[in-house]
């Protein structure tokens, strides 16, 4: 056996008219231990999603209160509002590359992100970058789940007129604060237990229902204000020279970490694409048109509460509790509920439950896994994880962003450049197959992702204010001072490091591949 196949006869598996591909009946190796019914390949018949359900995910996951204030945290950072809509336009665009070229493998092969990572990774090793982005969607779970129960709570609070806030403290906040990030928790779950095609539903409605929500607002401040206020005309503090460049590079790398999570498990979703044009639509009209529309809404918004009340109320349900009708206030939570649903369950639910399914398969389900990211991201203290505009852009997305950049350079590389698309799906679940290397690891990928990941965070550092009180839990100077500029580009140098090394050091096998590719069955 070489170490990258072995020899024997090709794997029984076909291709439609347009290239998606599927395994013949009977070939798939359902008593393996790397298999469950989860991780299997969807059956071309019931590759379903369309142009318009893509798009239709990317609009109701951009829609969200964390999305909203991604212009307010740069904006607090000395950005003007063009600055701060710029940075996360381009953000996205360059974001959305990664992710149409991850994408790919879903409605080719119908596999989900740890099953692609494998054919990188190996067997046993592609639990390494599954578990990664598990850990990150965990955080990311409980960070929504904490902004859209303090939501609830802040609205219901105005509801009762303000008894919530003057109730009992648990742990320094009101009990009822809790009681709300507890019920929201629950809700989330609850849906997620219906399976992914009712997740294709909700999304479906939760898009323009979230966008009517939003243009209500803005309409409402509009009449509030008679026009817009002076943020629009508030000049930058940091101008477009040397004092611009500092804070631009990280903030970008931040806004990128903000959807990098995203641009390694979209296979998890394109896998169920009824074609590459689907996917690749849906996301281009979805993600970076979306993120970017949002983004001026909320500048706008911003710009007319402080013509209305005196100052910027950057966060969307403070803004909305100003509101004296009823109607409006629970239209307002119910937009709060449905927004953050629609993100937290697709964008950080569906890929550890697929993840942890992964790690393993015949003790954890889809199902399974999906609870077991809910205790984690209560368990993460999410509280603290968006405590400072600081802390959330440049350690939490910009440390995130570097690892996952790592991962997804790997994932590109091995997919489209050492392997030209070619997959042969029943070896992704069977040891001693072709993606088994040694025992199921592939220490190209481990070294190409160590390598790459100490590139890209190993310099990580925290800013310290003039009274001496540090933005986040690294020294000063980088954790690994000499690495400290590369800080700044953390997911470009992971995502372009990792790529480049892996290519490399994959160079003496790609000879056997092309052999391996020529006894493939299509």
């Known amino acids: 056996m070489t170490d990258i196949a072995p020899p024997g006869a090709p794997t029984a598996q076909s291709a439609d008219p347009s290239g998606r591909i599927e395994l013949a009946p009977g070939a798939f190796p359902a008593d393996s231990p790397f298999a469950n019914e989860d991780l299997r390949p969807v059956p071309v018949s019931e590759r379903k999603w369309t142009t318009y359900n893509f798009a239709a995910l990317w609009i109701s996951m951009a829609h969200c209160i964390p999305s909203w204030t991604l212009a307010s945290g740069l904006v607090a950072l000395g950005m003007d509002w063009k600055q701060a809509v710029f940075t996360i336009a381009l953000a996205n665009v360059i974001v959305l590359l990664p992710m149409l070229a991850t994408g790919h493998a879903g409605p080719k092969y119908g ?11 190996g067997l046993r090793g592609a639990n390494i970058p599954a578990m990664i982005r598990a850990a990150v969607a965990c955080g990311w779970f409980g960070i929504q789940t904490w902004i859209g129960g303090s939501g609830i709570f802040a609205l219901g609070s105005k509801l009762t007129g303000g008894e919530w806030e003057s109730a009992g403290k648990i742990a320094g906040n009101p009990w009822p604060l809790w009681l709300c990030f507890i019920l929201f928790w629950a809700l989330q779950i609850a849906i997620i237990y219906r399976g992914m095609d009712f997740l294709r539903h909700f999304e479906n409605w939760a898009a323009p229902f979230v966008i009517v929500g939003a243009l209500v607002l803005l309409v409402w401040i509009a009449v509030e204000a008679d026009g817009f206020g002076a943020l629009l005309d508030q000049p930058s503090k940091l101008g477009w020279g040397a004092d611009f460049w500092p804070v631009f590079f990280p903030s970008l790398m931040g806004m ?41 809404l909320a500048v706008l918004v911003t710009s ?44 950080n639910v569906v890929s550890p439950a697929y993840d942890l399914a992964n790690l393993a398969p015949k003790l954890i389900n889809f199902r399974t896994g999906a609870l077991i990211t809910g205790v984690v991201g209560i368990l993460i203290f999410p509280w603290k994880l968006i405590s400072t505009p600081e802390f959330y852009i440049f350690t939490w997305l910009g440390v995130v962003g570097g690892l996952l950049g790592t991962v997804a350079g790997i994932l590109i590389a091995d997919y ?60 000063h100077d980088g954790l690994i001072p000499f690495l400290k500029p590369l800080a700044d580009y953390g997911w470009a140098v992971g995502l372009g490091a990792s790529m480049l090394l892996y290519v490399v050091l994959m160079a003496g096998e790609r000879a056997k591949i092309r052999t391996e590719k020529e006894r493939v069955t299509v």
């Open 416 to 475: 489209w450049i050492v392997r030209r698309t070619v997959l042969h799906l029943a070896d992704l679940y069977t040891p001693g197959g072709r993606y088994w290397y040694a025992s199921g690891w592939n220490w190209r990928a481990i070294a190409a992702f160590v390598v790459g990941g100490l590139l890209a965070v190993g310099g990580s550092y925290s800013t310290v204010s003039e009274d001496g009180v540090s933005s986040g839990p690294f020294p």
């Open 256 to 296: 990128i970490g903000f959807w990098a999570t995203l641009s390694l498990n979209i296979p998890d979703f394109t896998r169920f694409g009824a074609s590459q044009k689907a996917q690749t639509w849906g996301q281009s009209l979805g993600l970076p048109t979306t993120m970017t529309l949002f983004a001026i």
């Open 111 to 121: 596999i989900p992100f740890p099953v692609l990572a494998r054919a990188s990774f």
């Open 304 to 347: 007319g509460s402080e013509v209305v009340y005196g100052e910027a109320i950057w966060d969307p349900v403070t803004l909305a509790a100003k509101a004296d009708n009823v109607f409006g206030l629970l239209f307002a939570l119910i937009t709060v509920l449905v927004a953050t649903i629609s993100v937290n369950i697709a964008a």
